[in-house]
């Protein structure tokens, strides 16, 4: 036979105002097998259940096979952004990068979390704005009334199937709506292409929990259901007065408040019997004293009644002798009961005694295996911090060092092809880079190349500089041969002219002298 939960009735009245109920937890997609089998109330803790009632449960969202559509969805993309990926980067010639990429294989589409990329919520009030504990005593109207604008909350701020299930329980005390939310988002990059991921924070309500608070306060209000107090703010305003910060509340599971509640019945179970056991010492005590009491009155009144009988009549002195030793063994029976009670409790006593010792250690190895279990969690909690810390630390250098690396590539490509080139200083400009003849022609085009070079543009600039500069040296170095040719040709012309001014003047003179006489 099962025993179902059966709820017990307080005399609170029945409440008009009550804070709304608005919480959410992350989730991994290999989790949602426990949801559902929290949901068909197929395993797990059922103590605070009526199961009786479990029948009455409702699916207000998500058709059967949602869990196997989300499974597959992040199946599908995994894929789809290990194939973006790589075709980004062999489009950018990076097939090195590539191969790498490949070798690793694909990867989960959200960013790495401890919480999960998924979201699971409830939505619920104080029982006592229903009526009570349990359906039977909830007001039918108040229930629907909360189920229709529950929905309409759901709905309008989780559009495009954001919402992928919501179910209703009427098997618990309060009345609540338990459902399961997945954000998926696009990003574009040159590096790594069209990638689809699971973003909670894409939602405004997931981003921000206080804002969520703000909007389900609002939507609610008009049913009688006000937002939940203000703990954060409350806190932020603390912080900027320099103020005590008041009690952080936290949620506590209702499966980890039941557990508290039977600890806390076996100490009082344990307390009963210490005192139990402090009792019967007590009345083992008691009944010593009493035997011992007894025992004493038994041989005075023995004696006084032989010696009365012995006075009286000499023939009852046998009788009264038979009387006197009758007594003296039923003291004689009172002592040695009271020396077995003393005797028992003694015993019950050096038990307890070498027990002390044995309780004491088991004691300290426990706290001492805790103390050790304690040290190991935190020193790997923070060696996983330290590792999660490192590994960001490399993804923002290679993405720094990806992002300069296209910006020289780009800019050596303009420095070798003269769009760009390096301008030493004349007497009205300083040096400077400036666009050479094959520059992009319009101002938008120009300035877009400048945002691609931006990061590294003081290595393009020396680039620049270094082969304007080379190119001077060695222009420098052919005009200095030039000269030196030039010079060397304009003396041979000087060497070569007075020869040649002698013959024509031997010429010239020798032809005057053979004329006529």
Request: hydrophobic fraction near 40%; charge should be positive; include cysteine.
């Amino acid at each position: 036979m099962t025993v179902h939960a059966k709820f017990r009735q307080d005399q609170s009245d029945k409440l008009d105002k009550a804070p709304v109920v608005l919480r959410f937890a992350g989730l991994f997609p290999h989790q949602l097998w426990k949801f559902r089998l929290h949901d068909k109330r197929a395993g797990g803790d059922l103590a605070h259940v009526d199961q009786d009632m479990s029948g009455l449960n409702e699916v207000l969202a998500g058709g059967p096979g949602w869990q196997k559509r989300i499974c597959t969805e992040v199946a599908e993309m995994r894929e789809h952004n290990f194939e973006e990926r790589l075709g980004a980067l062999r489009a950018k010639s990076r097939i090195s990068q590539a191969e790498r990429e490949a070798a690793k294989g694909p990867s989960d589409p959200w960013r790495e979390s401890a919480k999960g990329p998924l979201r699971e919520g409830i939505l619920t009030v104080n029982k006592a704005w229903f009526g009570g504990a349990g359906i039977f005593e909830w007001d039918p109207e108040r229930v629907a009334e909360f189920r229709e604008v529950a929905m309409k909350f759901l709905t309008q701020h989780f559009p495009d199937d954001q919402l992928r299930f919501a179910s209703a329980h009427v098997d618990e005390e309060a009345y609540h709506i338990h459902f399961v939310v997945a954000v998926w988002s696009e990003k574009n990059s040159a590096n790594s292409g069209r990638q689809v991921v699971l973003q909670p924070s894409a939602n405004p309500l997931l981003k921000n929990y206080e804002h969520a608070q703000d909007l389900a306060g609002e939507t609610f209000a008009k049913i009688g259901i006000t937002r939940g107090k203000r703990h954060a703010e409350a806190r932020r305003k603390a912080r900027a007065e320099d103020a005590p910060q008041p009690e952080t509340r936290h949620h506590v599971p209702p499966s980890k408040w039941r557990a508290e509640e039977r600890r806390a019945a076996q100490a009082e179970r344990k307390r009963i019997l210490g005192d139990a056991r402090m009792e019967a010492k007590a009345v083992a005590e008691g009944a010593r004293d009493l035997a011992k009491a007894t025992g004493r009155k038994s041989r005075k009144r023995a004696i006084k009644e032989a010696q009365a009988r012995k006075r009286r009549a000499g023939r009852e002195t046998a009788a009264a002798e038979r009387s006197r030793d009758a007594a003296e063994a039923e003291a004689r029976q009172f002592e040695e009961a009271a020396a077995a009670a003393n005797s028992r409790k003694e015993a019950i006593e050096a038990e307890v005694v070498a027990m002390e010792p044995m309780v004491k250690g088991y004691e300290e190895r426990a706290e001492a295996a805790a103390q050790k279990y304690r040290e190991q969690k935190a020193a790997r909690e923070a060696e996983e911090a330290r590792l999660k810390e490192a590994g960001e630390k490399v993804r923002v250098k290679v993405a720094e060092a990806e992002v300069i690396s296209d910006a020289i590539e780009t800019g050596l490509e303009l420095v070798a092809d003269g769009a760009l080139a390096w301008q030493e200083a004349s007497a009205d400009q300083p040096s400077r880079l400036t666009w050479g003849t094959t520059a992009p022609k319009t101002k938008q085009a120009q300035d877009e190349k400048l945002k691609e070079i931006r990061p590294a543009m003081r290595m393009v600039t020396r680039i620049a500089q270094l082969v304007a500069r080379t190119v001077k040296r060695v222009l420098a170095k052919e005009r200095q041969k030039l000269k030196q040719d030039a010079d060397y040709v304009r003396g041979l012309r000087q060497k070569w002219e007075p020869e040649d001014e002698a013959r024509l003047s031997r010429i010239t003179l020798g032809g005057i002298d053979s004329g006529p006489k």
